[in-house]
């Protein structure tokens, strides 16, 4: 299984981005999806899930309310519409991909993102 990521750039704080992970597997619906954050020189952080079932979703409380997670399972693409960007926000993002009840995970190679004026 392959994930690949797109969407990332420059951005003005106060702006948004759209990012993309294409996940190259028929089964995608059997994933639970998230979306990481490594900011530059710290560790990878968890931003947002949604389920492969029931589509739940949870948030980092860092972005609640301006960040959604989505995915289309007929396209087999996982989404980040991120809104209200701030400078912290910048980094690289990854699509992660965890195979349900299972400890079979997928990473892709992240995305950047720069919040900048």
């Known amino acids: 299984v392959q994930l690949v990521e797109s969407g990332g750039g420059l951005v003005q704080p106060g702006g948004s981005l759209k990012l993309s992970c294409s996940v190259s597997?028929?089964?995608?619906?059997?994933?639970?999806m998230d979306w990481y954050h490594q900011p530059p020189g710290k560790q990878r952080e968890l931003v947002a899930t949604?389920?492969?079932?029931?589509?739940?979703?949870n948030y980092a409380d860092s972005v609640k309310g301006r960040f959604t997670i989505s995915r289309d399972n007929n396209e087999n693409i996982l989404y980040l519409q991120m809104n209200s960007l701030k400078p912290e926000d910048a980094g690289v993002y990854y699509c992660?991909?965890?195979?349900?009840?299972?400890?079979?995970?997928?990473w892709g190679q992240g995305t950047q993102v720069s919040v900048s004026s």
């Open positions: 992660h991909a965890t195979l349900r009840r299972s400890n079979i995970e997928y």
């Open positions: 597997t028929n089964m995608f619906y059997i994933y639970d």
């Open positions: 949604i389920s492969s079932g029931t589509f739940d979703t």
